[in-house]
């Protein structure tokens, strides 16, 4: 009757404080009831607010009322939040329960729900004993951590989700007498739950679709069919000894608290009735498989089962079906090195219209084979000493890669170091006959290779002496005389028929034609080209100039101003040799930049040559020895030179030798329009002598293929680069000249100077030396080795190792 | 004769014109050689430098130098040998001795014209700048007001539908015996329409994409339909088909692509009769995005034995698509024509729907297509797509970005009413800074039924080295130095196909994922949010009232 009272008081707040007083005063009475204490939700037809039943039961409890019962009327979380005090508070729930029924729970509270119970019953329990003897509809035991929840009838949907365990406690427990609803014990962290599946509401399903999603921790035992659960977060298993243990020894208490321990013996009769899900670890799922099938497995068992063997390209591809790393080595690179010894032509020997391969004599002297390597100049010219010494412009040298670095070889000293050999041995006699028209330096060559290769040579000169320009045109302080004497004594070792005095007519020309099987035309240009203009009959060509010098006239100059019309380098011979007559100033003229260039220039310059251009000229008053120009100028001129070119005669020749512009017309290998006639040297135009002697030693080699019945061209390399030569591994070198030096300054441009720089690089051990019979070597490549880096093609000091696709 | 002079430095290049400039480490290269064995553009080699040091080690000046050849790893200066900076050095050099470094003040462009030819690439467009649909928000999210879903507990469905959508209405329904059913004898043609994932895998053909290459991402999407239940669809390109494939039960998750070159076709005529399904779809091609206005090109360096059978041409020849179907001269008679043709060669059971680069005439072509009963939908590709070869400026200067043009087209339809009739595809750098999913679902809450990606599964499941700073972007030449674009076996065969169709598989998981990641918070978990554009924000004014979108910020 008192609480009864005290919660009509209790309905106005402004009486709240004075009601609590009241109570204070009579708390131990209400203790002592002997009769349960009892709160009502429903006073006199009003429902009483939940705040004002919560207040009423914890007043109660604070004033010792230890049991109390509720007659509830959907009031929201009643009997939760008691705060332990180490005793036990019972309380019975009859009526209606409404949400939340024990939500915040705490040890000590014991709820007992004579009915059904509204959602979320046991709400973030943490250590309420909660027994229901009824259904518990949605949410039931949601984020529950400790204490437990007993429900005679099923669950709703959601129930168990977000459960804990705290380490601390004991884990949360709820037993479930039937089944219960969709999307059980999603996310539930922790705790046991218990479905015993005693008549459960859907027969098919006592867990209810989806159940587990998002489980983490925990154990539920259920008993009686299911649905599937989610896969992903838990594990279906048998329960053990242990969990039998702890279910039979609990179940005792579940039955007794809901009034059922008749089903005892039914549910405890085998733990084969019984399963458990229990949630992944986090170290088994790292552990999983991220895919149901690994994408092999999927093309060995359903993809080439149904497209066939080896995939859907296998029938188009003509090789391994297997994976490849990058780093390949055999067939499987995709490039591989070369050593390409030989393969490219030095610079020296590409510049050198002969061809003479100077790096091979380098290699002769670093083997310290000197006379070997002087003798090789000879194979290629006859002239050594006074070309490549004397006169050459030395186009090897100018190419020369040393020179990148520091000076060029000195090809040239090392052909005057082949002055005083002798000729080299001739082959056997092949009875072969060839006629060479001209004994100037592209007849003498052309002779000269003939007959080294054992074939009968006629050498037809017109003037008293071999040379050609070399010896009636070319000043004697340029060519000591006695140099060009000694190699023409070494040529006359060849035994090659020398026909001096003879100049060829057309009549001569056809019995040449008739008696050779070939016949060689290397008359050269004998006449001086003259361009006509007013006095031009007053000027004398360089040709004759300089050929009257060399047999020894004198041209009375002294004092003399004398102007020379074009200033190539036969205009620079000319005018050292006009000061040489003792002119008083030699002055050169030339419509054009001057093509003068090297020994001639500076020669003549020195001398105190003036070169003036451009310069056309108008006419050459011949009384007033004055030349003038188109420009307006004039200079004094008591002597002009003109020095425009040569021209060569070619009366002799028959019309079937087709010409063009007054020279012989000749194709690559320098055949005329008669496949038995060659033509070489300036009579195809003009370039200097060593140009002359070169084309003399190819078409000695083209006609000697031909005359032996295997017609083809020499062979021509292609010139390396200067960039595939390694300039790096050579220091800039000083001092003077010696043949030993040189060897080794040279480069060894394109040609393996076995120096072992590729074997010790290769970080692959790929690339070894293989020395053959007779002392002939090559560097090899160990194919399942090599990985196609590049490293032998980038270091090679001498260009010889090249990359190549590996196809 | 005048010797030539020697020139040194004259017309080379500076290391700092080129794109890449190679950092070589010397105190960590051991001189193995990897780097240089692979560089797909032999970009660096090795030589040797001198190094000289001169001493004075005494109490008063005492000189001495010491000089050594040392052996190095240097970059080629030479513009035809650019360094593409692919980084392959990188990747295999066990020690991190080398690597390539975008060099910002590269001239590269002006120069690589070598022989009057403009710059030829692969790749995509070069623009490192975020895309408007990297812009995209999502900001429609159901908090309280609706009732949220979540992602990881719930259960989604993303499909999408590919093929005209009849309305009810305008279906021969009968009902027989109390149920709904189809009359089959009604002469009403009823278009064909395939379910399937709204991301697909667009158009590269077997040449463009190596053996392996194209087979792994086939793999891929069978085992995406047959294991993990997810109808992804996969887009031949216009090289045709391998008959084995052809005539497998596959088949029915590949849209066959035919473009003006007409590649293959003969040998997938031939196929039709020994069909076991039938294809997803039939894609014409009109546009590639990357290039509009530019024809399909298979250089001659990649028409090599395989791609001379599967698309029936002679070897070593340069295969060009032309940039317009040379039968068709105007819009009517290009739509009608193909659709007509290629719907007829299966018996009109296969959706056919063309596809064009995003130009601002594409409101044209779908209204034509909207007219026309046999047209299964519209595929826009914007400029960012991904392409085999192109010219330059073709990729980096031509083109119409996506969402204002996909976005324009589907209020066209909303105007009509056939926003839900006629699907649009939509395709162009989907994906293109990784952001897979979230460009998928802007494109389709802009109103794409659907998206194709290209370049972001090549990145994704074959590890592409390319990017918008013209990495690598070697795929016109053959010389892809991962084995994707390329027909040297040499090369493709690092590439395992098993494992190019593992990361097929993963990466359309882990969109999936996300799509349900961007779906549950807007509620969406059944129907594909099609045209949902009040569930996105842009922070920028103008691109939100082009697009007729929120604006956020």
Same mark, same amino acid.
């Given at each position: 009757?008192?609480?009864?009272?005290?919660?009509?008081?209790?309905?106005?707040?402004?009486?709240?404080?004075?009601? #609590?007083?009241?109570?204070?005063?009579?708390?131990?009475?209400?203790?002592?009831?002997?009769?349960?204490?009892?709160?009502?939700?429903?006073?006199?037809?009003?429902?009483?607010?939940?705040?004002?039943?919560?207040?009423?039961?914890?007043?109660?409890?604070?004033?010792?009322?230890?049991?109390?019962?509720?007659?509830?009327?959907?009031?929201?979380?009643? @009997?939760?939040?008691?705060?332990?005090?180490?005793?036990?508070?019972?309380?019975?729930?009859?009526?209606?329960?409404?949400?939340?029924?024990?939500?915040?729970?705490?040890?000590?509270?014991?709820?007992?729900?004579?009915?059904?119970?509204?959602?979320?019953?046991?709400?973030?329990?943490?250590?309420?004993?909660?027994?229901?003897?009824?259904?518990?509809?949605?949410?039931?035991?949601?984020?529950?951590?400790?204490?437990?929840?007993?429900?005679?009838?099923?669950?709703?949907?959601?129930?168990?989700?977000?459960?804990?365990?705290?380490? #601390?406690?004991?884990?949360?427990?709820?037993?479930?007498?039937?089944?219960?609803?969709?999307?059980?014990?999603?996310?539930?962290?922790?705790?046991?739950?218990?479905?015993?599946?005693?008549?459960?509401?859907?027969?098919?399903?006592?867990?209810? =679709?989806?159940?587990?999603?998002?489980?983490?921790?925990?154990?539920?035992?259920?008993?009686?069919?299911?649905?599937?659960?989610?896969?992903?977060?838990?594990?279906?298993?048998?329960?053990?000894?242990?969990?039998?243990?702890?279910?039979?020894?609990?179940?005792?208490?579940?039955?007794?608290?809901?009034?059922?321990?008749?089903?005892?013996?039914?549910?405890?009769?085998?733990?084969?009735?019984?399963?458990?899900?229990?949630?992944?670890?986090?170290?088994?799922?790292?552990?999983?498989?991220?895919?149901?099938?690994?994408?092999?497995?999927?093309?060995?068992?359903?993809?080439?089962?149904?497209?066939?063997?080896?995939?859907?390209?296998?029938?188009?591809?003509?090789?391994?079906?297997?994976?490849? &790393?990058?780093?390949?080595?055999?067939?499987?690179?995709?490039?591989?090195?070369?050593?390409?010894?030989?393969?490219?032509?030095?610079?020296?020997?590409?510049?050198?219209?002969?061809?003479?391969?100077?790096?091979?004599?380098?290699?002769?002297?670093?083997?310290?084979?000197?006379?070997?390597?002087?003798?090789? $100049?000879?194979?290629?010219?006859?002239? &050594?000493?006074?070309?490549?010494?004397?006169?050459?412009?030395?186009?090897?040298?100018?190419?020369?890669?040393? /020179?990148?670095?520091?000076?060029?070889?000195?090809?040239?000293?090392?052909?005057?170091?082949?002055?005083?050999?002798?000729?080299?041995?001739?082959?056997?006699?092949?009875?072969?006959?060839?006629?060479?028209?001209?004994?100037?330096?592209?007849?003498?060559?052309?002779?000269? *290779?003939?007959?080294?290769?054992?074939?009968?040579?006629?050498?037809?000169?017109?003037?008293?002496?071999?040379?050609?320009?070399?010896?009636?045109?070319?000043?004697?302080?340029?060519?000591?005389?006695?140099?060009?004497?000694?190699?023409?004594?070494?040529?006359?070792?060849?035994?090659?028929?020398?026909?001096?005095?003879?100049?060829?007519?057309?009549?001569?020309?056809?019995?040449?034609?008739?008696?050779?099987?070939?016949?060689?035309?290397?008359?050269?240009?004998?006449?001086?080209?003259?361009?006509?203009?007013?006095?031009?009959?007053?000027?004398?060509?360089?040709?004759?100039?300089?050929?009257?010098?060399?047999?020894?006239?004198?041209?009375?100059?002294?004092?003399?101003?004398?102007?020379?019309?074009?200033?190539?380098?036969?205009?620079?011979?000319?005018?050292?040799?006009?000061?040489?007559?003792?002119?008083?100033?030699?002055?050169?003229?030339?419509?054009?930049?001057?093509?003068?260039?090297?020994?001639?220039?500076?020669?003549?310059?020195?001398? +105190?040559?003036?070169?003036?251009?451009?310069?056309?000229?108008?006419?050459?008053?011949?009384?007033?020895?004055?030349?003038?120009?188109?420009?307006?100028?004039?200079?004094?001129?008591?002597?002009?030179?003109?020095?425009?070119?040569?021209?060569?005669?070619?009366?002799?020749?028959?019309?079937?030798?087709?010409?063009?512009?007054?020279?012989?017309?000749?194709?690559?290998?320098?055949?005329?329009?008669?496949?038995?006639?060659?033509?070489?040297?300036?009579?195809?135009?003009?370039?200097?002598?060593?140009?002359?002697?070169?084309?003399?030693?190819?078409?000695?080699?083209?006609?000697?293929?031909?005359?032996?019945?295997?017609?083809?061209?020499?062979?021509?390399?292609?010139?390396?680069?200067?960039?595939?030569?390694?300039?790096?591994?050579?220091?800039?070198?000083?001092?003077?000249?010696?043949?030993?030096?040189?060897?080794?300054?040279?480069?060894?441009?394109?040609?393996? #100077?076995?120096?072992?720089?590729?074997?010790?690089?290769?970080?692959?051990?790929?690339?070894?030396?293989?020395?053959?019979?007779?002392?002939?070597?090559?560097?090899?490549?160990?194919?399942?080795?090599?990985?196609?880096?590049?490293?032998?093609?980038?270091?090679?000091?001498?260009? !010889?190792?090249?990359?190549?696709?590996?196809? | 004769?005048?010797?030539?002079?020697?020139?040194?430095?004259?017309?080379?290049?500076?290391?700092?014109?080129?794109?890449?400039?190679?950092?070589?480490?010397?105190?960590?290269?051991?001189?193995?050689?990897?780097?240089?064995?692979?560089?797909?553009?032999?970009?660096?080699?090795?030589?040797?430098?001198?190094?000289?040091?001169?001493?004075?080690?005494?109490?008063?000046?005492?000189?001495?130098?010491?000089?050594?050849?040392?052996?190095?790893?240097?970059?080629?200066?030479?513009?035809?040998?650019?360094?593409? +900076?692919?980084?392959?050095?990188?990747?295999?050099? &066990?020690?991190?001795?080398?690597?390539?470094?975008?060099?910002?003040?590269?001239?590269?462009?002006?120069?690589?014209?070598?022989?009057?030819?403009? =710059?030829?690439?692969?790749?995509?467009?070069?623009?490192?700048? $975020?895309?408007?649909?990297?812009?995209?928000?999502?900001?429609?999210?159901?908090?309280?007001?609706?009732?949220?879903?979540?992602?990881?507990?719930?259960?989604?469905?993303?499909?999408?539908?590919?093929?005209?959508?009849?309305?009810?209405?305008?279906?021969?329904?009968?009902?027989?015996?109390?149920?709904?059913?189809?009359?089959?004898?009604?002469?009403?043609?009823?278009?064909?329409?395939?379910?399937?994932?709204?991301?697909?895998?667009?158009?590269?053909?077997?040449?463009?994409?190596?053996? &392996?290459?194209?087979?792994?991402?086939?793999?891929? !999407?069978?085992?995406?339909?047959?294991?993990?239940?997810?109808?992804?669809?996969?887009?031949?390109?216009?090289?045709?088909?391998?008959?084995?494939?052809?005539?497998?039960?596959?088949?029915?998750?590949?849209?066959?692509?035919?473009?003006?070159?007409?590649?293959?076709?003969?040998?997938?005529?031939?196929?039709?009769?020994?069909?076991?399904?039938?294809?997803?779809?039939?894609?014409?091609?009109?546009?590639?995005?990357?290039?509009?206005?530019?024809?399909?090109?298979?250089?001659?360096?990649?028409?090599?034995?395989?791609?001379?059978?599967?698309? @029936?041409?002679?070897?070593?020849?340069?295969?060009?698509?032309?940039?317009?179907? *040379?039968?068709?001269?105007?819009?009517?008679?290009?739509?009608?024509?193909?659709?007509?043709?290629?719907?007829?060669?299966?018996?009109?059971?296969?959706?056919?729907?063309?596809?064009?680069?995003?130009?601002?005439?594409?409101?044209?072509?779908?209204?034509?297509?909207?007219?026309?009963?046999?047209?299964?939908?519209?595929?826009?590709?914007?400029?960012?797509?991904?392409?085999?070869?192109? =010219?330059?400026?073709?990729?980096?200067?031509?083109?119409?970005?996506?969402?204002?043009?996909?976005?324009?087209?589907?209020?066209?339809?909303?105007?009509?009413?056939?926003?839900?009739?006629?699907?649009?595809?939509?395709?162009?750098?989907?994906?293109?800074?990784?952001?897979?999913?979230?460009?998928?679902?802007?494109?389709?809450?802009?109103?794409?039924?659907?998206?194709?990606?290209?370049?972001?599964?090549?990145?994704?499941?074959?590890?592409?080295?390319?990017?918008?700073?013209? #990495?690598?972007?070697?795929?016109?030449? /053959?010389?892809?130095?991962?084995?994707?674009?390329?027909?040297?076996?040499?090369?493709?065969?690092?590439?395992?196909?098993?494992?190019?169709?593992?990361?097929?598989?993963?990466?359309?998981?882990?969109?999936?994922?996300?799509?349900?990641?961007?779906?549950?918070?807007?509620?969406?978990?059944?129907?594909?949010?099609?045209?949902?554009?009040?569930?996105?924000?842009?922070?920028?004014?103008?691109?939100?009232?082009?697009?007729?979108?929120?604006?956020?910020?």
């Amino acid at each position: 009757m008192r609480a009864k009272k005290k919660t009509v008081k209790s309905k106005a707040s402004d009486v709240k404080l004075k009601g #609590r007083k009241q109570q204070t005063k009579t708390a131990m009475p209400l203790a002592a009831q002997s009769s349960p204490f009892t709160i009502r939700g429903n006073v006199n037809g009003q429902r009483v607010p939940s705040r004002i039943l919560e207040e009423q039961i914890q007043e109660a409890v604070k004033h010792g009322v230890r049991e109390m019962r509720i007659m509830a009327q959907g009031q929201h979380g009643i @009997g939760g939040r008691i705060w332990p005090s180490g005793e036990i508070i019972k309380i019975t729930v009859e009526g209606t329960a409404g949400q939340r029924l024990g939500s915040m729970g705490m040890d000590g509270t014991e709820i007992l729900v004579k009915g059904s119970a509204s959602d979320d019953v046991g709400w973030i329990n943490c250590g309420a004993k909660i027994t229901v003897l009824g259904d518990v509809t949605n949410g039931a035991f949601n984020a529950a951590a400790q204490g437990i929840l007993y429900v005679q009838g099923g669950g709703g949907a959601r129930c168990d989700t977000m459960t804990k365990r705290n380490p #601390r406690f004991e884990p949360p427990q709820s037993w479930y007498f039937r089944g219960v609803g969709d999307s059980f014990a999603e996310f539930k962290a922790g705790g046991i739950a218990v479905i015993c599946g005693v008549r459960p509401r859907n027969p098919e399903n006592v867990l209810g =679709y989806r159940p587990c999603v998002g489980m983490v921790g925990g154990t539920i035992y259920f008993r009686g069919p299911i649905r599937g659960y989610s896969e992903r977060d838990v594990k279906l298993l048998d329960l053990t000894d242990q969990d039998w243990d702890w279910l039979t020894t609990n179940m005792k208490p579940f039955l007794a608290a809901i009034d059922r321990m008749s089903y005892y013996e039914e549910l405890t009769r085998s733990s084969q009735d019984w399963k458990k899900l229990m949630a992944y670890t986090p170290q088994e799922k790292m552990a999983r498989k991220k895919l149901h099938m690994s994408t092999t497995e999927f093309r060995k068992n359903s993809w080439e089962k149904a497209v066939g063997p080896g995939g859907i390209f296998a029938e188009y591809l003509d090789h391994d079906l297997t994976i490849l &790393p990058y780093i390949t080595t055999g067939k499987e690179r995709r490039n591989k090195p070369l050593w390409a010894n030989e393969k490219y032509s030095p610079p020296c020997a590409y510049a050198c219209p002969t061809l003479i391969p100077s790096h091979q004599r380098a290699t002769l002297i670093r083997q310290g084979l000197l006379q070997e390597s002087l003798e090789l $100049v000879l194979r290629y010219s006859p002239l &050594p000493a006074t070309v490549c010494g004397q006169i050459c412009p030395n186009l090897c040298m100018n190419s020369c890669t040393r /020179g990148l670095i520091d000076k060029p070889l000195a090809i040239d000293k090392l052909g005057s170091m082949a002055l005083d050999l002798p000729a080299p041995r001739k082959e056997k006699p092949t009875n072969h006959r060839v006629a060479v028209i001209g004994g100037g330096p592209g007849g003498l060559s052309a002779a000269w *290779q003939l007959a080294l290769k054992g074939h009968t040579v006629d050498l037809y000169e017109a003037s008293g002496k071999l040379g050609g320009k070399i010896e009636h045109c070319i000043p004697r302080e340029r060519l000591p005389h006695q140099i060009l004497e000694k190699e023409l004594s070494r040529f006359a070792e060849l035994g090659v028929h020398v026909h001096l005095n003879t100049l060829i007519d057309r009549k001569k020309y056809d019995a040449i034609y008739k008696g050779h099987e070939i016949v060689i035309i290397a008359v050269g240009a004998q006449k001086g080209r003259v361009i006509a203009f007013p006095g031009s009959e007053h000027v004398i060509t360089a040709y004759d100039f300089l050929k009257e010098a060399n047999s020894g006239k004198i041209h009375a100059l002294k004092g003399k101003r004398v102007i020379v019309i074009g200033a190539g380098n036969v205009g620079m011979d000319v005018a050292s040799e006009a000061y040489n007559f003792g002119a008083d100033s030699v002055i050169a003229v030339d419509i054009q930049k001057p093509a003068a260039f090297g020994k001639e220039m500076e020669a003549a310059t020195s001398k +105190g040559t003036q070169i003036v251009w451009p310069k056309l000229t108008e006419r050459y008053d011949h009384t007033g020895k004055k030349i003038h120009f188109k420009d307006g100028s004039s200079l004094d001129a008591d002597m002009v030179v003109i020095s425009v070119g040569d021209v060569p005669v070619l009366d002799f020749l028959p019309p079937d030798i087709h010409t063009e512009r007054g020279w012989i017309a000749v194709n690559n290998v320098n055949q005329t329009s008669d496949v038995k006639v060659f033509a070489i040297g300036d009579v195809t135009g003009l370039g200097l002598v060593t140009h002359a002697i070169g084309q003399g030693r190819l078409v000695a080699e083209t006609v000697h293929y031909q005359m032996m019945h295997a017609p083809r061209a020499p062979e021509l390399k292609q010139v390396i680069p200067y960039e595939k030569v390694k300039r790096e591994y050579y220091d800039v070198c000083t001092g003077d000249f010696s043949a030993e030096r040189e060897g080794h300054k040279c480069l060894s441009c394109a040609a393996c #100077r076995d120096c072992h720089m590729c074997e010790s690089t290769c970080y692959w051990g790929a690339i070894s030396r293989v020395e053959h019979e007779g002392g002939s070597y090559e560097y090899v490549v160990d194919e399942e080795k090599c990985i196609g880096c590049g490293f032998c093609a980038g270091i090679c000091p001498c260009g !010889v190792w090249e990359m190549v696709e590996n196809i | 004769m005048e010797p030539a002079s020697r020139l040194d430095h004259n017309h080379k290049l500076s290391l700092r014109e080129f794109p890449y400039i190679i950092r070589w480490r010397d105190d960590r290269c051991k001189r193995c050689g990897s780097c240089t064995a692979v560089c797909p553009v032999k970009a660096i080699e090795p030589t040797v430098k001198v190094m000289r040091v001169v001493r004075s080690e005494g109490p008063v000046p005492t000189p001495s130098s010491v000089r050594q050849v040392v052996q190095i790893v240097e970059q080629v200066k030479d513009m035809e040998r650019y360094c593409t +900076g692919c980084g392959t050095c990188t990747l295999v050099c &066990p020690n991190e001795a080398i690597e390539p470094e975008l060099n910002p003040q590269s001239k590269f462009l002006h120069y690589k014209n070598k022989g009057g030819d403009g =710059y030829k690439r692969g790749g995509r467009r070069n623009d490192p700048s $975020v895309s408007t649909l990297d812009r995209l928000k999502f900001t429609r999210i159901s908090m309280l007001t609706d009732p949220a879903l979540d992602a990881g507990r719930h259960e989604f469905r993303i499909r999408t539908l590919l093929g005209r959508v009849t309305a009810p209405e305008q279906m021969p329904l009968q009902v027989v015996d109390g149920r709904l059913q189809l009359d089959r004898r009604s002469e009403t043609f009823i278009p064909p329409v395939r379910e399937i994932y709204p991301i697909m895998i667009g158009s590269m053909s077997v040449g463009a994409l190596s053996p &392996p290459m194209w087979e792994g991402l086939a793999m891929g !999407v069978a085992y995406l339909n047959e294991v993990e239940g997810m109808p992804v669809v996969m887009c031949s390109g216009e090289g045709g088909m391998p008959p084995r494939l052809l005539r497998s039960r596959y088949l029915k998750y590949f849209i066959i692509q035919i473009a003006s070159g007409y590649f293959g076709w003969d040998e997938i005529v031939r196929s039709i009769p020994h069909m076991v399904e039938d294809p997803a779809a039939i894609e014409i091609k009109y546009g590639q995005g990357a290039k509009p206005g530019d024809g399909g090109l298979l250089m001659a360096q990649k028409v090599l034995k395989l791609i001379s059978k599967i698309r @029936g041409v002679p070897q070593f020849v340069d295969l060009a698509s032309p940039p317009t179907h *040379q039968t068709k001269y105007s819009i009517e008679e290009a739509v009608a024509k193909m659709i007509q043709s290629m719907s007829m060669a299966w018996g009109f059971r296969v959706p056919v729907y063309p596809k064009i680069s995003g130009t601002k005439t594409a409101k044209a072509v779908l209204n034509n297509l909207a007219r026309n009963p046999y047209a299964a939908g519209l595929c826009i590709d914007g400029e960012d797509g991904g392409t085999g070869a192109a =010219y330059n400026v073709s990729m980096d200067k031509m083109g119409h970005p996506i969402a204002s043009n996909l976005r324009e087209c589907y209020l066209d339809l909303v105007k009509q009413g056939k926003q839900n009739e006629l699907p649009l595809i939509a395709a162009g750098g989907v994906g293109k800074k990784g952001n897979l999913a979230a460009n998928a679902a802007a494109l389709i809450m802009l109103g794409a039924s659907g998206v194709a990606i290209g370049k972001y599964i090549m990145q994704a499941a074959a590890d592409c080295f390319g990017d918008e700073y013209n #990495r690598c972007n070697l795929c016109n030449v /053959g010389k892809c130095p991962r084995g994707i674009t390329t027909q040297d076996p040499k090369l493709y065969r690092r590439l395992d196909s098993d494992k190019v169709a593992e990361r097929v598989v993963e990466v359309f998981k882990a969109a999936d994922t996300e799509l349900k990641k961007i779906f549950a918070p807007m509620g969406r978990s059944t129907e594909l949010p099609i045209g949902m554009s009040d569930g996105l924000s842009v922070d920028d004014k103008a691109i939100a009232e082009r697009l007729g979108i929120s604006y956020a910020c």
